[in-house]
């Protein structure tokens, strides 16, 4: 018992000079006062700044299916085409999938519905390494809009 209490004295008598050793490195005190630095406004600031982009009226959008299929799985590939917002129809839709391998164009040709959706079959056959995503480019063409270029589609073999 009497180990126990002469143990418990040195380590507060260790903690309370740690205390003090750490009070002593300490920051500026009250008394001290660090020089701030002056910051100046160019008033030409506001006139510097770029406008702000505008909103495409023609957007798409693709996506798979299954964004972790198996490699031998089959999955869809989807895309919509919208002009502001609104589903743009009879868009002709082509579609290329960017294997480790190599890139392959699909011989689907599907023409957008009323709600501007497009599908396309992917068979993935093991052509894609477990572990490794792909992506597919989906653009439409042949609408008032011309060629829009959508968001890639992703997916990854498990």
Request: net charge positive; glycine share 10%; hydrophobic share 35%.
């Amino acid at each position: 018992m009497h180990t126990t209490r002469s143990t418990t004295l040195k380590l507060i008598v260790l903690c309370t000079a740690l205390l003090l050793i750490l009070a002593a490195c300490g920051g500026p005190t009250s008394g001290q006062v660090a020089p701030q630095q002056t910051v100046t406004i160019n008033k030409k600031f506001q006139s510097q700044v770029s406008a702000i982009p505008t909103v495409p009226a023609y957007r798409c959008g693709a996506w798979s299916s299954n964004n972790a299929p198996g490699a031998n799985s089959t999955i869809n590939i989807y895309a919509r085409l919208t002009k502001n917002v609104t589903g743009v129809g009879d868009a002709t839709a082509t579609a290329v999938v960017h294997f480790q391998g190599g890139d392959q164009v699909l011989d689907q040709h599907p023409l957008s519905d009323g709600g501007g959706y497009v599908s396309f079959t992917l068979s993935l056959q093991g052509r894609q390494p477990v572990k490794i995503p792909a992506t597919v480019d989906v653009t439409f063409t042949n609408f008032p809009g011309g060629t829009v270029h959508c968001t890639p589609a992703f997916f990854t073999p498990m």
